[in-house]
């Protein structure tokens, strides 16, 4: 489906997706940054922090996490966090530039004592003005319900790839759990964060079958993480082949492509890759890093170094990076080069 008056589809079929994925270099670029153009300030990044806030130990099997028991990592495991630990980097965090403060806990799916506990700490954390995000695994509607009244802005969770390359990667929840808990979510009128993670052996197909699961989603997510894998000692995917950088900006160019209005987060993976690569994926439209010098387990470039890469290109973090949603119809590039 085409809607006419937003100008957003939500028919993509995987042979669209490959198409933009295997264009010339420069034609999708092109395409890409003029899209980016019409919805978002291009000068602008929104800058998430994250915080683990329940570490390890996690029963689920995901062959790229650091924190799946099955996984032979050297990671600690860690309690859920007290509230006071919680504003307490919540605060620094928010003095440091982030805007956003993803809570991130290692469960399959919480319990409803559990989800009470999240939701006292997502109203703290909301009183002093930070947008909240958080991503604790599969959810009800009824847990959903109870975050959205405590006041959660965002709930992370992600699809990681294609259906198809799934089952090599997750064996203890299926794909459609995974959306079953979107429904959820976007039921209860939290706005979907949802994305994958590229570089963990799959084929260009599977990045193509990745994007068209998250963009034929009606409406499409409002953030799309585009994860590139972090390989961790002890984890199945360490020895993995890395993926050439140009294909990070392909698959960041074709998301921005076929969800024109959502924001495009370059999020883990980014201590690996060079200045010059980050800069083309935010030329192809991403508008959103995470802050800090920790992702949930591992590194993150850390802003002194965010600051001197925007800094150089003349770039700036701000808590939103959209323009007005009026001046995102305008029709500045041909449907043909869309796809349409
Ligand atoms: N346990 C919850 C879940 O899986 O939904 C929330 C936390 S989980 C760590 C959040 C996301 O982090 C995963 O869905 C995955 O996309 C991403 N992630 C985990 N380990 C990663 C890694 N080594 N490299 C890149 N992304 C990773
Ligand atoms: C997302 O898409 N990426 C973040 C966030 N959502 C929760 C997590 C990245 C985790 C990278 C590995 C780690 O630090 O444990
Ligand atoms: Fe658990 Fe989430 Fe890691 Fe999977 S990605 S092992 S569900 S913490």
């Not at 390890?56 to 799946?68: N, T």
């Not at 390359?165 to 959820?184: M, N």
């Not at 590139?228 to 995917?237: I, Q």
């Amino acid at each position: 489906m085409h809607d006419q008056m937003t100008n957003l589809r939500y028919d993509w079929t995987v042979d669209d997706a490959l198409e933009l994925l295997r264009r010339p270099f420069h034609d999708l670029l092109s395409t890409a940054h003029q899209v980016h153009r019409r919805a978002f300030n291009a000068q602008v990044v929104e800058s998430a922090a994250l915080l683990s806030i329940k570490t390890g130990a996690c029963p689920e099997d995901c062959a790229y996490c650091p924190q799946a028991a099955a996984n032979n990592t050297q990671l600690q495991p860690e309690p859920l966090m007290a509230i006071d630990e919680i504003v307490a980097a919540a605060r620094r965090a928010h003095a440091a530039g982030a805007t956003r403060f993803c809570m991130g806990a290692a469960w399959r799916a919480p319990s409803d004592k559990q989800v009470e506990a999240v939701a006292e700490r997502i109203e703290a954390v909301s009183a002093f003005g930070m947008e909240t995000c958080a991503t604790l695994g599969m959810l009800t509607p009824a847990q959903a319900a109870r975050l959205a009244e405590a006041g959660l802005d965002f709930y992370n969770h992600n699809l990681d790839t294609s259906p198809e390359f799934y089952p090599s990667i997750i064996t203890t929840r299926t794909y459609q759990d995974r959306l079953d808990t979107l429904d959820a979510v976007r039921e209860a009128g939290i706005a979907v964060c949802c994305g994958g993670i590229v570089g963990m052996g799959e084929t260009v197909a599977d990045r193509a079958g990745l994007l068209v699961q998250l963009a034929r989603q009606n409406p499409h997510p409002e953030s799309v993480p585009i994860n590139l894998l972090v390989k961790v000692p002890g984890t199945p995917l360490d020895g993995v082949d890395r993926l050439d950088g140009l294909d990070i900006v392909r698959t960041v160019a074709a998301a921005r492509i076929m969800m024109p209005n959502s924001v495009v987060r370059l999020s883990a993976g980014r201590s690996e890759m060079s200045d010059e690569l980050q800069a083309l994926c935010f030329h192809a439209g991403a508008s959103s890093i995470f802050w800090g010098d920790r992702l949930l387990t591992t590194d993150n470039p850390g802003e002194d170094d965010d600051t001197a890469l925007l800094n150089r290109l003349g770039m700036t973090t701000g808590l939103s990076s959209r323009l007005a949603p009026n001046l995102s119809s305008s029709p500045v590039v041909a449907d043909r080069e869309l796809g349409r």
